[in-house]
C-alpha cells in the first residue's frame, strides 16, 4: 500500500490522486511560493516566458503569475488530475490565455523554447536520468535564462517518503 501512495506523488490520478494532490498544497504550497520569490529576486529583464515543470495543484503557477504579471506562464505536467487542479487554481489566467496546461514532461520544453525561466519543485525525484533532464532544460532556456529546482533532503522528508524515493 506505502509503495502505491507513493508512486501517486510522481503521477497523480483518479480518487486518490486527487486527494495527494490538495495534500501537495497543504505541504508544498509554501516552498513553491519561497521558489517564486526566489526566481522573483535573482530575474534579470522582465522575463516574458515561464515554464514549471510539474505544477501538480498549481500553487507555485499562482504565485508565478502573480510576481511576474507580463509574462506568458506554461504548466508541464504528466499527471491529467494535477492539471486539472492547476487550471481550477488558475482559471482567470487560463480562461485569458496567460496560462496554458499541458500534459507532458522535461521533452516539451524544446517546442516552448527560448524560455526565460524554468521552475521544477520536486519533480527531481521522479526523473529516471537527471543529467539527460538536466541538459534537456538547459537547451531551452535562452541564454543567461534561469532554472529553479526545489526539492527536499532525504533526511527531510517524512518517513514513507524516506522509504519510497531514490
Request: aromatic share 6%; charged share 20%.
Amino acid at each position: 500500500m506505502l509503495g502505491i501512495v507513493a508512486r501517486q506523488f510522481g503521477h497523480p490520478r483518479g480518487v486518490l490522486g486527487g486527494i495527494i494532490g490538495r495534500g501537495m498544497v497543504r505541504s508544498n504550497g509554501e516552498f513553491s511560493r519561497w521558489t517564486v520569490g526566489e526566481l522573483r529576486r535573482h530575474a534579470t529583464g522582465v522575463p516574458a516566458r515561464i515554464v514549471e515543470l510539474g505544477p501538480g495543484p498549481g500553487v507555485g503557477l499562482e504565485e508565478l503569475l502573480r510576481a511576474f504579471p507580463d509574462a506568458k506562464v506554461w504548466g508541464v505536467d504528466p499527471s491529467r488530475e494535477m492539471l486539472a487542479q492547476s487550471r481550477r487554481r488558475n482559471s482567470a489566467a487560463a480562461d485569458g490565455g496567460r496560462l496554458t496546461l499541458f500534459e507532458g514532461g522535461v521533452a516539451a520544453l524544446s517546442e516552448l523554447a527560448p524560455i526565460d525561466i524554468v521552475a521544477a519543485n520536486h519533480v527531481l525525484y521522479f526523473w529516471l536520468e537527471p543529467e539527460a533532464e538536466l541538459k534537456q532544460i538547459r537547451g531551452s532556456l535562452r541564454p543567461g535564462g534561469l532554472l529553479a529546482i526545489g526539492y527536499q533532503l532525504r533526511q527531510n522528508m517524512p518517513a514513507i517518503a524516506q522509504k519510497q524515493f531514490p
